[in-house]
Every structure is written in C-alpha cells, then in structure tokens.
C-alpha cells in the first residue's frame, strides 16, 4: 500500500449511462495509521482482505449487503446492511472506500464508547438530521428483527414492533419532544451501566 498516496473517488456514465468508478487510490500507510487505532501492519492485513472482496478498492451498497449476508446466510440483512452501509459511506456518494472502512472500523474495533454512541447515533439517524424519531428508531429496530432471522423466538409481528419501538424511544425521549438529539442519546447510554457494558461490547456486530 504504501506505493498509493492519494484518495481519489468519482464517478463518470459509459456510453450504456451505467456509472462506473474510475479510479480508486487509498492514502498512504503512514496517514492511514496516523488517522485510524491500526497499526500499519494491522491496516496492511485489513487491505489484503478488502480487496479480495472488492478488487477495484471500492464497495457499492449491493456488494456490501452481499458480503455482509454471507455472516447472517438464515436472516434478512438487507435493511440492517442498508442502514450500516450509510454510515460507512461518509461522503454519501453511494460507495465505500478502504479509507472509509478502516475509519469506521477503527472507531467500531478501537474507538471509545463516547465514539461508538457517535457511531450509533449515525445509524439510527435514518433520514441524517441529525435528530432521532421515533420512526427512526422503528426503522432500525425492525432492520434488527430482521437481521434476527430464524433465531427470533417467537417470530414478531409489524405490531409488536411498533409497540416495543415506543417503549424503548419513551425511555429517551424523557421530555417529551417527539425527537432524541445526539446529547440526549449520549447522555442516556452513559448513564446507564448496562449499556455501557453492552456498547463496550460492541466488537463484531457489524
């Protein structure tokens, strides 16, 4: 990796109007280390691995959810898959690069619980207003059912979703605003030990 020292990303349409990447260099291993908790012979294995699956240096949604699918073969991952894929696509431009991966890697794998309730917050933020609904907290929860597949006992219901949604967002939304902002969010996780623990926990879900 260290013959790249560039991040380029952009796309361009062919004669058919299909969009296609044109190029793809990540930054060098000296800035990638100096911005990530990675050492440069832990970013070197995760870009081997990177690009196995994604040989152009880039991932789109479709690849992503494919790959993602492969660790949850009995469930339906596309809309938790979905959801993870806009927080890794930091500049919403429809693609992951391994810049963009190893930065959410590293605060997923590396980063403090403050940085991993920042990560939360992104993916529950489904409309990225940056203040959380109670529809956004019924579109992720249920994203997680889902994900649950075949190991969720009973099956639940679209009802019983929503009914579990308000309890949960009720426990947040203390005063009543009808939205969560990122410091009520932060402030509610930190105050409670058992989700602490849980967030500090948080190593492979994604």
Same mark, same amino acid.
Not at 16 to 25: C, H, N, Q, S
Not at 121 to 134: A, H, N
Not at 178 to 195: H, K, R
């Given at each position: 990796m260290?013959e790249?020292s560039?991040?380029?990303?952009?796309t361009?349409?062919?004669d058919?109007?299909?969009?296609?990447? *044109?190029?793809?260099?990540?930054?060098?291993?000296d800035e990638?280390?100096?911005?990530?908790?990675f050492?440069? *012979?832990?970013?070197q294995?995760?870009?081997?691995?990177?690009?196995?699956?994604?040989?152009s240096?880039?991932?789109?949604?479709?690849?992503f959810?494919h790959?993602?699918?492969?660790?949850?073969p009995f469930?339906?991952t596309?809309?938790?898959?979905?959801?993870?894929?806009? &927080?890794?696509?930091l500049?919403?431009?429809?693609?992951?690069?391994?810049?963009?991966?190893?930065?959410?890697?590293?605060t997923?794998c590396r980063?403090?619980?403050?940085?991993?309730?920042?990560?939360i917050?992104?993916?529950?933020?489904?409309?990225?207003?940056?203040?959380?609904?109670?529809e956004?907290f019924?579109?992720?929860i249920?994203?997680?059912?889902?994900?649950?597949g075949?190991v969720?006992s009973?099956?639940?219901?679209?009802?019983?979703?929503?009914?579990?949604?308000?309890?949960?967002?009720?426990?947040?939304?203390?005063?009543?605003h009808?939205?969560?902002?990122?410091?009520?969010?932060?402030?509610?996780?930190?105050?409670?030990? &058992?989700?602490v623990q849980?967030?500090?926990?948080?190593? &492979?879900t994604?």
């Open positions: 260290d790249y560039s991040s380029v990303c952009y361009d349409f062919d058919d109007g299909l969009e296609t990447f *044109k190029r793809y260099k990540p930054r060098s291993l990638l280390a100096s911005r990530t908790k050492s440069k *012979k832990e970013i294995l995760i870009y081997q691995g990177f690009k196995q699956e994604c040989p240096g880039i991932v789109n949604e479709e690849t959810k790959i993602y699918g492969q660790f949850f469930a339906d596309s809309s938790y898959a979905h959801l993870v894929f806009a &927080t890794f696509d500049r919403a431009s429809g693609c992951v690069t391994f810049e963009d991966f190893l930065l959410c890697l590293s997923l980063g403090s619980i403050e940085d991993r309730l920042r990560w917050f992104t993916l529950y933020d489904t409309k990225k207003s940056g203040k959380l609904t109670q956004d019924y579109v992720t249920r994203a997680v059912y889902s994900l649950l075949n969720s009973p099956r639940y219901d679209l009802d019983t979703i929503r009914e579990h949604t308000a309890s949960v967002f009720q426990r947040f939304d203390k005063l009543h009808g939205y969560i902002t990122m410091q009520d969010f932060m402030s509610f996780c930190l105050s409670d030990q &058992t989700m849980s967030i500090d926990g948080l190593r &492979t994604v």
